[in-house]
């Protein structure tokens, strides 16, 4: 059992950047794949990153890739999301999630959810 709680979310403008981080309870943490996603209002839960249980492996959705950049520290069980250069329509409320196994960008196949963070980018 993984719990997850987010935080790091907040109101940024357009260019600026955000650091998400997800802290993880449980010793099994360090054995999952760990998933960041998103939802806007009105849209359904859109896939961020994923990055595998040693930090070895990750993939990033094109909408992100070279903006955000995912790291995790098994020694202190969190995941981190760095956001840079945001823009408008990366605003939604996101959320960090594990699952037992490889990467993977299907939220259905994740175990554990957090309660999500709400970032706002003003334009």
């Known amino acids: 059992q993984v719990q997850l709680v987010e935080s790091g979310g907040g109101l940024v403008q357009a260019g600026g950047s955000l650091r998400l981080s997800c802290a993880a309870s449980?010793?099994?943490?360090?054995?999952?794949?760990m998933g960041w996603f998103r939802q806007a209002p009105g849209k359904e839960r859109e896939f961020v990153v994923s990055?595998?249980?040693?930090?070895?492996?990750?993939l990033y959705a094109d909408s992100v890739k070279g903006r955000f950049t995912v790291s995790r520290d098994n020694a202190k069980n969190t995941v981190a999301l760095q956001m840079n250069s945001l823009k408008p329509e990366d605003t939604a409320v996101y959320y960090c999630?594990?699952?037992?196994?490889?990467?993977?960008?299907?939220?259905?196949?994740?175990?554990?959810w957090g309660q999500g963070t709400q970032v706002t980018v003003s334009s």
């Open positions: 999630a594990a699952r037992s196994g490889d990467i993977e960008t299907n939220p259905e196949r994740y175990n554990f």
């Open positions: 990055i595998n249980w040693n930090g070895g492996s990750t």
């Open positions: 449980g010793r099994a943490f360090r054995y999952y794949a």
